[in-house]
């Protein structure tokens, strides 16, 4: 497949060689979802630079046995293993490894197979042991050498070790990173139970207590919380106020006066109050029902949250820190202390492994001594926004107590209809109310704006929005230009002071017409802000978009279907074409997602010699033990190369060594309940905005008036890399390609060589921003990644 372009100041990692090196991969503690997605990257990617990869079976217990326990990987030995859940080479707590006995025979077996590059998946106390494997490791050889085991020159052929760690949990308790390999599985675990209860519970009117993992991080159960909209959260790093039980049923039973038929409250399973007492789901139940009378029921998720099959966030995670976690070994040397591969924002970062775990002991430390403030900003600016915006939207007052900015703030979407939306909706409308601003529904888009379908719309009205899939409001496509002058008078006629625009490419065209129309029409002179919402993330000015992740789970789950359709058929190829218009984001993530073999996109040309190429890649593989291809096209890929023809190309070519099969994806990638990323990204990220729309309403109100004509007050609110950024849409207008409706740069296009290397051909991956060993900060930059 065609190589990126070379220049000079970038890094190409064909410079790094693993020749003549040998990597150790485990998983250890607790396992997690993408643990296998993380190895089969580690296997495939060491092989690839010519390195030799062994798995470690059992963990430490199989670096301590030795034996059958420490293998030699293949290529193939890793292949059907990303969508497997749980870890395929096995996990074990080893109480050996904890004595100098043990670690002496652990260093002997490594030792034995040359093995001075370890990779270790897992928690805080694997990754510490492993640290001090490594400190203590100079000592071991010269234990071994002295009782005769190893000789000299053993001890100066392996006479470093290095180690990278990947945070495997799905607790999400790691210090440093944003997000561990298994937490967004373990969310679509808590959010499906969720969801299914919610029918049953509203059914009866009845009140259900879930407990959650996280006996030392509130993480799952603050998210979870957040995507679900539950009425209570119980979570360990910010215990209740000491009055937390007249607090719970008096909202309760204002839930129910409102007619609200459904409560959920959640409870982390190290839940403590501020005197450090636990606080257990059944203590819950019994106090509901002992004060209120209603009927409550409790439901312990357990181990559910550390099975099935791992998302397609997992999967990608996964597969990037496999990757930058070889990388890391390859450019270690004998002074680079241990670190771990982490995500923060949207990139990935190598940490100091013991900074990591130092600032992890320190959140418990501070929750031992009471000071819970402390241990939230310990967690991350991740965690501080989460548990920032929860409060927001938990914490109604009455009617009479709501303060009044004598603002009226208006909400449409634009566009197609994308997962997460209404949850979206929900979370400004919520905030919008609790700042004191008067909120707006308007149906339909800007079509409805012009035709006056505009009401208001109360904090009751979006309650249980979150996990409603398309777009309640109603979206179109319609752009505002040739409604203008309608759109000017309902404006005027509902004193409308800001909009906030939910959707895709249409919501951004609208924008820039609306702002670029203030000269004629005074009334768009109001603050304007837009949230990126469509599956397509074709939008510049953000990384990511509501609905994506949905759509990635919809075409990652439906591969995995496919390919298994597959297994009772050998040598078979399936062709599938996904959506995105001319952006090839979900054709290519989606590839990394579901082990594609190949990816066909607009913004990378193809010719037929490359098809050719990929055919005959295929006739290669079906030699081997792997006897089945996936390949993805992105719908507006190639204008000639339709899916119809690479079809019948593959069909007639492959005659004799495999047949085909094509897929149309189509509209089921819009449609479906929002994942639980897309419901908690939706939610955070309106609430942002609905705060930027505050703020500029108080800059820009003068002589009793709102008047906003600057490039600034017309934004988009993105993420870009670590940060969520407020653009004026103006200024994106050099950054985009009108034509094909995508941004000119894209970032997931340095995840495609990542993609070609894990199906096996040979590539350039610039590593320019993957080299450099960061340290943790205690705080992150004030707009730090949501």
Known sequence: MAAPNRQDTKKFFENLSGAGKSIGVLTSGGDAQGMNGAVRAVVRMGIYVGAKVYFIHEGYQGMVDGGQNIEEATWESVSSMLQVGGTVIGSARCKEFRTLEGRVRAALNLVQHGITNLCVIGGDGSLTGANLFREEWSSLLETLRTTGQIDDEAVQRNSVLHIVGMVGSIDNDFCGTDMTIGTDSALHRIIEVVDAIGTTAQSHQRTFVLEVMGRHCGYLALVSALACGADWVFFPEMPPEDDWEEELCYKLSGNRADKKRLNIIIVAEGAIDRSNKPISADYIKDLVVRRLGFDTRVTILGHVQRGGTPSAFDRILASRMGVEAVLALLEASATTPACVVSLVGNQSVRLPLMECVQMTQEVQKAMDEKKFDEAVRLRGRSFENNLHTYRLLCSRKSDEDLPSSGFNVAVLNVGAPAAGMNAAVRSAVRVGIAEGHKMFAVNNGFEGFAKGQIKEIKWGDVGGWTGQGGSLLGTKRTLPAKHAEQIAEQIRIHNINAMLVIGGFEAYLGLLELSG????????????VMVPATVSNNIPGSDLSIGADTA????????????????????????????????????????????????YIYEEPFDIRELQA???????????????????????????????????????????????????????????????????????????????????????????????????SACLLGMRRRAMVFRPVAELREETDFVHRIPKEQWWLKLRPLMKILAKYRTSFDVSDSAQLEHVTHVRPKEAAI
């Open 517 to 528: 129309a203030r000269e004629q029409f005074s009334e768009f002179c109001v603050p304007m």
């Open 552 to 599: 990635l789970n919809a075409i990652t789950e439906t591969c995995d279907r496919i390919k298994q359709s597959a297994s009772g058929t050998k040598r078979r190829v399936f062709i599938i074409e996904t959506m995105g218009g001319y952006c090839g984001y979900l054709a290519n993530v989606g590839g990394l997602a579901a082990g594609a073999d190949a990816v």
């Open 614 to 712: 990929n055919v005959e890649h295929l006739t290669e593989k079906m030699k081997t033990s792997i006897q089945r291809g996936l390949v993805l096209r992105n719908e507006n890929s190639n204008e000639n190369f339709t899916t119809d023809f690479i079809y019948q190309l593959y069909s007639e070519e492959g005659k004799g060594v495999f047949d085909c099969r094509k897929n149309v994806l189509g509209h089921m990638q819009q449609g479906g309940a929002p994942s639980p990323f897309d419901r908690n990204y939706g939610t955070k990220v309106a609430a942002k905005a609905m705060q930027w729309i505050t703020t500029t309403l108080k800059e820009t109100y003068k002589e009793g008036r709102v008047f906003a004509n600057t490039d600034d």
